[in-house]
């Protein structure tokens, strides 16, 4: 009986196996038969059964060598990844040893046989030394060829090269892949018997480890320690997997066992993506670092829990197992690392128990510090890490640099002001800090055109996700309230050197703090101005305006609201506001002029675009005659009738909006002659006749002279080259149905009908000003070869140089500061007058703020020398030496070491009798609270203000040291415009003492008047010392990027004229020396002279006088235009100047480009733009000679040095009566 139950269980265990064989799986989870009750029973049952097993098993699988008792055969499997490890490890070991012994005993034998060597004395040196000699050269080829056999190796693993790379990443895919399999076959029992021939996930698998052994031999070759090699976690991997599945194609029988070691390959993934150059940034790698790290421990956990959980325990026999899926143990192995272990899955072997004590304490620990951290990567990524994706027909800008919300609201207020044309322009800011929540809500209102991205400008993958190579322009906006400028503006310098050196074409606006920083741009190879590169200096402009308003007060507030864009605010009632803020609303535009004005003389343009178009043109962009300088291109402000209007001009007008200037190009003499209304001027269909090349009009034009009205055949003033062209044009196109005779009267009609210019006799009836030689139509004023004046070429002193290298400035020779210092006595003494103090805050630690900036407009050459205003600085002397190396070549400039806030100080330069007081502070960026960065100048300015005077004293002191004050100067002669401005006879009180304050923060502005009802919100444009001129801030610069922007020639014409004639050319000098130069007058500088200055007229007497009371500025816009070639752009009218009532305010306001039929009052001060008069200087050609020389050797300079004594002045008015008489028909200016 029993032999026969242990045949049956033998038996039925071999059916089960056949039945499991036939349906290709064999599964070996269930318990085996019962075993044989003795070793005969079991032989001889074997023996009866076995024939009969063969006899079941040979038909179904007879390729299948596998065991059909369901014995398990997992050892062997893991004895052959065991015996590879440890064979392995065995013989690294033993090499070494057997290295270690080989190297000790070669060491002893060499030292005995250096012994012997040294025994045998040198004789016999030669001959030792032969046999070693080739026993190194073998030795050094074996080393050579094994190590280039290593560094092959190398190169293929490495991801240095192409091939290494590919290598590396086709590894990693492949271990990807064989995981992906291990995920497959996890559904299959763990050990069943498959067949290779049959299976084609079991192929590919070992397709995959093949590679992996090949791979693996390369680094074993190229290792350097091969025992840490041996112990790597990747050899670990591949001793594991590699070597069961050449087990499993040998026994035809699979076994998943470690196979989910491949998982541990996924640390490896950022290092994959390091080399696809995926991943750049430090947080990115990380991130990926953590994820694959916590990710491939899980899946690994998982596979070794799925291992012993479907196998079950072997001391056990494998009888506590359980059917758990790889997933059901990727959850379980979630659950228990986060320590929330629902129950519903759980281990039940003993090993897999085990294993999740152990792992549940690193599990927990990782879980704890990885999950959190990575939450924080992923929560942490830039919010405006994007990248900027172009739309198609639409530019886009880059700004950058110091953006804040107060920086980039201006900045948005400006750029996209409604007066501008559709900007169809996006807005990209990059900033390397985030948005704050008033910035971000800022942004997101304008979302439809702002962008905002976070990086740096210094980084090119921030650079690249910007589009910048794409880009428009470049925008750099500076911290104008930063406590170090030099810093500021080094920062900014480097951003051009990156975004240059990223793309070298790109258009760079860059804000500047500092006027001689500006220098360090010329070093940028790929920086060139031509190209529309651009540097706003603020504290160049800031000084410029600020100089301009010492010439003609007021003037820095009306420039300042022509280069912004303000909206139109209407008032109704009768004050001062509603013309201020109707003036307010202009700025200023470009646009070509229309061809029906080409030929006509600048002051005949000028007055039709003013009476018809209603439109200010006040400059233009004149391209020269000259061949030498035919391809430059020049902006004339105010050229006079000397200069004719070119085919493409371009002109600068102000008006209120971008659609009234297209008035000038839509402009058609022949059909918008008889227009009264100019919103009815549009374009017409004769702009194509304009431009069509069989046009009569065109032909016309250019067989026309427009000097004398002939053809160019029979004109005498073309050569005969120009002749020639023009008889070949006619012979290709004549002129049959016109003719070429009445060319002048078809193209000078409205000057025939406006004369631009009078007979010398009625221009001396209107003002007793002869005809300026300089006003020859056939004389162009700028052709530096032609200079009206010959008296002045005749008069040059070349041993004396009064000019610097350009002819754009007044020059001296340079003076020791000791020389200019005055002390107050001294100053008291000298009695100056007409002048302007310059009250400065400041110490040795102060930032400099460029005092060269606000002389250099008052040293310009097209003032004559006795017309300088003296400039007295009142400060620390220790400050003023530190500025004094930029300043000692200008003359009439005189130093009071002492305070602006010492009245002592302010009576002993005679603050009541000056022209201007200038109150600047160079320590108001060191204090952090704002409300207190503009104290000393508040202060300073209410000191002055409070002061009270005795009229008396500055005349009995005047008369004394022969003092002429200004007004009263008649030495200049009668043809010259010049006579200067008609001041009040005294000044009792400070109020009425002319002063601009220089101011850091707006809302102090509040501070300057206590008299005005300005409220603390108010913008600074709307707030009374503003309009008025006696207060100025560095913000309202920043609408000068925008401005730039739109149109490059706006930042060249503001430079023109705020800066005195500074140029390019002259920037570039002063980078090299610092300093001005000195220069001989040559023609070519004194043309320099001849340029348009700003100046205030008088309507009180004068030729004007009779407009004065009640007439229309239109007409005397159009009678100083035709009469001086004078243009008038504004007016500074008395505050209560509308009152019926008289008023002892003596405050004024501006009123930019006021309408044709505006009404005057007696008291309005015109700003003008009036020509340089060469004559004016004519009688005090010596006298500024002398001074001149006697500046360089004199130890004070003082203005008495620069105006005769009354001895010289016979002819000089005694009275008040007198004076007023004398001037009853003379221009007085300012």
């Not at 993934?269 to 080399?275: G, K, R």
């Not at 996209?416 to 990209?428: A, G, Q, S, Y």
């Not at 160049?540 to 007060?553: M, T």
């Not at 005057?1160 to 020389?1189: E, K, W, Y």
């Amino acid at each position: 009986m029993a032999n026969g139950g242990g045949g049956g269980g033998g038996g039925g265990s071999g059916l089960r196996m056949s039945s499991n064989i036939h349906a290709n799986h064999l599964s070996l989870d269930a318990s085996s038969s019962s075993s044989s009750s003795s070793s005969s029973s079991s032989s001889s049952s074997s023996s009866v059964h076995e024939p009969k097993m063969n006899a079941l098993i040979i038909p179904v699988t007879m390729e299948v060598p596998c065991d059909s008792r369901g014995q398990r055969m997992w050892w062997a499997f893991l004895a052959s990844s065991m015996v590879t490890f440890f064979g392995g490890l065995f013989i690294i070991l033993l090499w070494r040893t057997l290295k270690y012994l080989w190297t000790v005993c070669c060491h002893c034998g060499g030292k005995a046989k250096e012994a012997q060597k040294i025994n045998n004395g040198s004789s016999q040196a030669d001959g030792t030394l032969k046999p070693a000699d080739e026993k190194e050269e073998v030795v050094a080829a074996e080393v050579g060829w094994m190590t280039s056999v290593k560094d092959w190796a190398g190169v293929m693993i490495s991801a240095q090269t192409l091939t290494g790379r590919v290598l590396v990443v086709l590894v990693f895919a492949l271990s990807i892949g064989a995981l992906v399999i291990y995920f497959i076959d996890s559904s299959n029992p763990i050990e069943s018997c498959q067949n290779f021939y049959k299976d084609f996930t079991l192929q590919i698998d070992m397709a995959f480890n093949v590679f992996f052994l090949l791979y693996f031999g390369l680094r074993f070759i190229a290792a350097n320690d091969k025992l840490w090699f041996w112990l790597e976690v990747n050899s670990v991997v591949d001793f594991f997997t590699v070597p069961p599945v050449f087990v499993s194609v040998y026994l035809n029988r699979s076994w998943l066992g470690l196979r989910f070691l491949r998982a541990l390959r996924l640390i490896q993934f950022s290092e994959i993506l390091q080399f696809l150059n995926i991943l750049k940034t430090s947080n990115s790698i990380k991130l990926v670092n953590l994820l694959s790290i916590f990710i491939s421990t899980w899946l690994t956990a998982a596979g070794f829990i799925h291992l012993v959980e479907n196998s079950g325990d072997p001391w056990e026999n494998f009888q506590n197992h359980q059917a758990l899926t790889y997933w059901e143990c990727v959850y379980l192995l979630m659950v228990t690392m986060s320590t929330v272990g629902y129950g519903d899955v759980y281990a039940k072997t003993t090993l897999g128990r085990l294993f999740m004590v152990f792992f549940i304490l690193g599990g927990l620990a990782m879980f704890a510090s990885y999950v959190p951290e990575i939450i924080e990567l992923i929560g942490n990524r830039k919010k405006y890490g994007g990248s900027y994706s172009a739309v198609s027909g639409r530019k886009h800008i880059v700004v950058c640099g110091h953006i804040t919300l107060e920086s980039v609201s201006n900045f948005l207020k400006d750029f996209l002001h409604k007066d501008r044309d559709d900007v169809n322009v996006e807005i990209v800011f990059l900033h390397n800090i985030s948005p704050n929540l008033e910035l971000e809500a800022l942004f997101k209102r304008h979302f439809t055109q702002v962008e905002f991205y976070q990086g740096s400008v210094l980084n090119p993958h921030d650079l690249a996700r910007v589009k910048i190579e794409s880009a428009d322009a470049c925008l750099i906006l500076a911290n104008k309230y930063c406590a170090d400028p030099d810093a500021e503006d080094a920062s900014n310098i480097m951003r051009v050197i990156s975004i240059k050196n990223y793309h070298p074409k790109i258009r760079i606006i860059t804000q500047m703090l500092q006027y001689h920083n500006k220098a360090h741009l010329l070093n940028i190879p790929s920086w060139n101005w031509k190209e529309g590169d651009d540097a706003i200096c603020l504290a160049e402009l800031k000084l410029g305006f600020i100089a301009q308003s010492c010439l003609a007060q007021g003037l820095s507030t009306m420039l300042a609201n022509l280069f912004s864009m303000r909206s139109f605010i209407k008032i109704e009632e009768d004050t001062w506001q509603k013309y201020y803020l109707e003036g307010v609303s202009n700025e200023m535009y470009t646009e070509y002029l229309s061809s029906a004005f080409v030929g006509l003389s600048f002051p005949t343009v000028c007055e039709l675009c003013f009476v018809k178009l209603k439109l200010l043109m006040i400059a233009i962009e004149y391209k020269s005659a000259n061949r030498e300088s035919r391809s430059r291109k020049r902006i004339l402000i105010n050229p006079g009738n000397h200069l004719k209007i070119q085919e493409g001009t371009l002109g600068f007008f102000i008006a209120s909006d971008a659609k009234e200037v297209k008035r000038a190009f839509f402009y058609c003499k022949a059909c918008h002659d008889d227009i009264t209304d100019p919103k009815r001027i549009k374009k017409c269909g004769c702009k194509r006749l304009i431009y069509s090349k069989m046009s009569i009009y065109k032909r016309m034009r250019r067989a026309c002279c427009f000097d004398c009205g002939r053809s160019e055949r029979d004109c005498s003033c073309m050569s005969g080259r120009v002749r020639g062209d023009v008889d070949t044009r006619e012979r290709a196109f004549p002129l049959s149905s016109v003719s070429v005779n009445d060319c002048s009267t078809n193209f000078r009609a409205f000057e025939d009908e406006q004369p631009s210019t009078l007979s010398p006799k009625k221009k001396q009836r209107n003002g007793g000003m002869r005809n300026s030689p300089g006003s020859s139509p056939k004389l162009m004023r700028h052709d530096p070869l032609l200079i009206p004046g010959n008296d002045q070429i005749d008069n040059m002193d070349s041993n004396v140089k009064k000019y610097d290298s350009t002819g754009m400035f007044h020059w001296c020779a340079p003076k020791e500061i000791e020389k200019v210092i005055l002390t107050r006595s001294e100053a008291a003494m000298t009695v100056l007058s007409g002048h302007v103090v310059v009250c400065i805050f400041g110490d040795v630690s102060s930032a400099l703020i460029g005092l060269r900036n606000l002389v250099m407009p008052l040293r310009a050459s097209n003032f004559h020398y006795h017309e300088l205003k003296h400039i007295v600085f009142v400060g620390s002397i220790e400050y003023l030496k530190r500025e004094w190396e930029t300043l000692h070549n200008f003359p009439k400039v005189s130093i009071l070491p002492g305070t602006p806030l010492s009245r002592a100080d302010l009576r002993a330069v005679n603050i009541n009798l000056c022209d201007m007081c200038v109150i600047l502070s160079a320590n108001q960026n060191n204090i952090d609270d704002t409300s207190l960065q503009d104290k000393e100048c508040i202060l300073a300015s209410l000191n002055i203000k409070s002061m009270q005077f005795d009229d008396s004293i500055g005349v009995l002191q005047a008369n004394s040291q022969g003092f002429t004050p200004p007004g009263m100067d008649r030495t200049s002669p009668d043809n010259s415009p010049v006579h200067g401005m008609l001041r009040q006879p005294s000044i009792t009180t400070g109020v009425n003492i002319p002063i601009i304050t220089e101011l850091v923060n707006d809302t102090n502005v509040q501070f300057l008047d206590q008299d005005d009802d300005d409220d603390p919100d108010t913008e600074l444009y709307l707030t009374q010392p503003f309009a008025c001129g006696t207060a100025f801030a560095v913000s309202v610069l920043d609408s000068l990027m925008s401005a730039t922007y739109f149109n490059d020639n706006i930042l060249t014409l503001i430079r023109t004229l705020v800066t005195g004639g500074a140029t390019p050319e002259l920037e570039a000098l002063i980078a090299e020396e610092n300093a001005l130069r000195g220069g001989y007058s040559t023609p070519q500088t004194l043309a320099n002279r001849d340029r348009c200055r700003v100046a205030q007229l008088a309507l009180l007497d004068g030729p004007f006088a009779d407009l004065g009371d009640g007439g229309c500025y239109g007409d005397l816009f159009c009678k100083a235009l035709k009469t001086y070639n004078m243009l008038c752009f504004g007016i500074y009218r008395l505050r209560d100047a509308h009152l019926s009532t008289p008023s002892q305010c003596t405050k004024r306001y501006v009123i930019t480009n006021p309408p044709y039929e505006f009404e005057l009052v007696p008291t309005d001060l015109i700003f003008c733009l009036m020509q340089f008069d060469h004559n004016a200087g004519q009688s005090r050609a010596s006298l500024s000679h002398s001074s001149h020389s006697s500046q360089s050797s004199s130890k004070k300079s003082s203005s008495v040095h620069s105006i005769p004594s009354t001895a010289n002045r016979p002819n000089r008015p005694k009275s008040r009566e007198s004076r007023d008489k004398q001037n009853r028909k003379e221009m007085v200016y300012r």
